[in-house]
């Protein structure tokens, strides 16, 4: 799902010109880097009784941005998750959705904040949610069984 996240990312966010790099799980130490990072939480919103489920993936958006003490360039960082985050609620309404199996949405859970500083340079995370509706398929736990038996 973080592949299909960071492609959504990339071509279907307005701001993606200002993305140069988006990683997963990982945010360098240079400036306008960006990273997805899963967040635990429990993956099952709602079990329905023939085993399906409405699914959650909980995460954070994150940047490093140059940070220093002028209100100017911490007003612009801000001002960055403040329009990414209006894009990503428009996207919402207009069902223009990561390309993931039986996704429902995608939210800002926060506002973008700092998370930490570093010599020149603040990391800040918006976190985000995706919600999705995942079939039982009993082919697939069949699978599951048959694949660790011959792992073992």
Same mark, same amino acid.
């Given at each position: 799902m973080i592949d299909k996240l960071r492609e959504y990312f990339l071509n279907h966010?307005? /701001?993606? !010109? !200002?993305?140069? @790099?988006?990683l997963a799980d990982f945010l360098g130490e240079d400036a306008t #880097? $960006?990273?997805?990072?899963?967040?635990?939480?429990?993956?099952?919103l709602r079990t329905y009784a023939d085993g399906s489920y409405l699914g959650q993936l909980t995460f954070n958006f994150g940047s490093r941005e140059?940070?220093? #003490?002028?209100?100017? %360039? *911490? =007003?612009? *960082? /801000?001002?960055f998750y403040e329009k990414f985050q209006k894009e990503i609620e428009y996207n919402n309404k207009n069902n223009i /959705?990561? #390309? =993931? #199996?039986?996704? %429902?949405? =995608? !939210?800002? /859970?926060? *506002?973008?904040? =700092?998370q930490d500083i570093q010599k020149g340079t603040a990391k800040y995370v918006i976190q985000m949610r995706i919600t999705y $509706?995942?079939? $039982? @398929?009993s082919n697939d736990i069949i699978s599951l069984w048959k694949e660790k038996e011959h792992a073992w």
């Open positions: 966010v307005t /701001l993606a !010109e !200002e993305f140069k @790099n988006i #880097d $960006y990273t997805i990072e899963p967040v635990p939480i429990e993956p099952r140059f940070y220093d #003490d002028s209100k100017a %360039q *911490n =007003i612009e *960082n /801000l001002g /959705l990561p #390309d =993931i #199996d039986g996704i %429902q949405s =995608i !939210e800002c /859970l926060s *506002n973008g904040t =700092i $509706y995942k079939d $039982y @398929n």
